[in-house]
């Protein structure tokens, strides 16, 4: 059996962010989501400013949770730099990575990472990030930042509140995580195999990002007609099929090669 995905969030984001993409995903392969420092069940943990110092923490827990290299990474947005760092580091523990809606420099300019549109909003979110009432206004903005599916909303918002009120991450990690992701910048290409996927309703990043960071690297991009940022909510089933899909194709060069 293949070994699980790991999977990491972005900004603030944690593993009970995945939602029904983390069940759907897991009826189908094995599934290790795992929280960056400062989220989730790292909350209590200071977020480095450095995304090299996440690598090390995610690869401690991955090796804690006996998952085998290569590993299998799939995450979005600041959890995509992250995982890119991590291949970069050590290529020989990576062997497929999967970036949803990321960004990064030198590929992406500050005005298409955060869309101009969106800095009023994440205004509003950073200055009700504390306080009463700030589950409830923060997770509205973001929640209209990040999805487009508004039929979960009721749902998703009780849910999101839940999960901020019992792992509320601080003001100055969240400002820590926002600082490491500006200043990450790729150095290379890893050497696994790379899948880009990008939604076209993206709100908060320009899906131009990660048009960009596939061609520069040859890698295949696949691009989400009308989700949002957060696609594993918008269409969970969607992003399951397209890892499916990958899989197929990386068996069959995988056999083809053999033959060769």
């Known amino acids: 059996m293949s070994e699980p995905w790991i999977l990491l969030r972005g900004l603030t984001r944690e593993s009970r962010h995945w939602g029904a993409f983390a069940t759907l995903l897991a009826a189908r392969n094995g599934v290790l989501p795992i929280d960056l420092p400062g989220n989730g069940t790292?909350?209590?943990?200071?977020?480095?400013?450095?995304?090299?110092?996440?690598?090390?923490?995610?690869r401690a827990e991955a090796q804690r949770h006996g998952a085998r290299a290569p590993y299998r990474v799939l995450a979005m947005s600041l959890g995509g730099m992250v995982a890119t760092a991590w291949a970069l580091r050590y290529p020989?523990?990576?062997?497929?990575?999967?970036?949803?809606?990321?960004?990064?420099?030198p590929f992406s300019r500050?005005?298409?990472?955060?869309?101009?549109?969106?800095?009023?909003?994440?205004?509003?979110?950073?200055?009700?990030?504390d306080?009463?009432?700030?589950?409830?206004?923060?997770?509205?903005?973001?929640?209209?930042?990040?999805?487009?599916?508004?039929?979960?909303?009721?749902a998703d918002l009780e849910t999101w509140r839940a999960i901020r009120e019992s792992a509320?991450?601080?003001?100055?990690?969240?400002l820590r995580q926002l600082a490491a992701a500006a200043r990450f910048?790729?150095?290379?290409?890893?050497?696994?195999?790379?899948?880009?996927?990008?939604?076209?309703?993206?709100?908060?990043?320009?899906?131009?990002c990660s048009a960009r960071l596939a061609r520069a690297w040859g890698a295949p991009?696949?691009?989400?007609?009308?989700?949002?940022?957060?696609?594993?909510?918008?269409?969970?089933?969607?992003?399951?099929?397209?890892?499916?899909?990958?899989?197929?194709?990386?068996?069959?060069?995988?056999q083809a090669a053999g033959r060769g």
């Open 42 to 58: 790292a909350v209590h943990e200071r977020s480095p400013l450095a995304v090299d110092d996440y690598v090390d923490a995610l």
């Open 92 to 105: 020989e523990e990576v062997g497929r990575l999967v970036l949803v809606n990321t960004s990064m420099r």
């Open 110 to 129: 500050i005005h298409e990472r955060l869309r101009p549109s969106a800095w009023p909003a994440l205004v509003r979110v950073a200055r009700h990030w």
């Open 131 to 154: 306080g009463v009432d700030s589950s409830n206004i923060a997770e509205t903005l973001i929640h209209g930042l990040t999805c487009v599916r508004r039929d979960t909303l009721a």
């Open 168 to 174: 509320h991450v601080s003001r100055a990690n969240a």
């Open 185 to 208: 910048k790729a150095r290379a290409a890893p050497r696994c195999t790379v899948l880009v996927v990008s939604s076209q309703g993206d709100r908060l990043v320009n899906p131009v």
């Open 221 to 254: 991009h696949v691009a989400h007609p009308w989700a949002g940022h957060d696609l594993p909510h918008d269409d969970p089933q969607w992003l399951v099929d397209t890892l499916h899909a990958g899989d197929v194709a990386a068996n069959a060069a995988g």
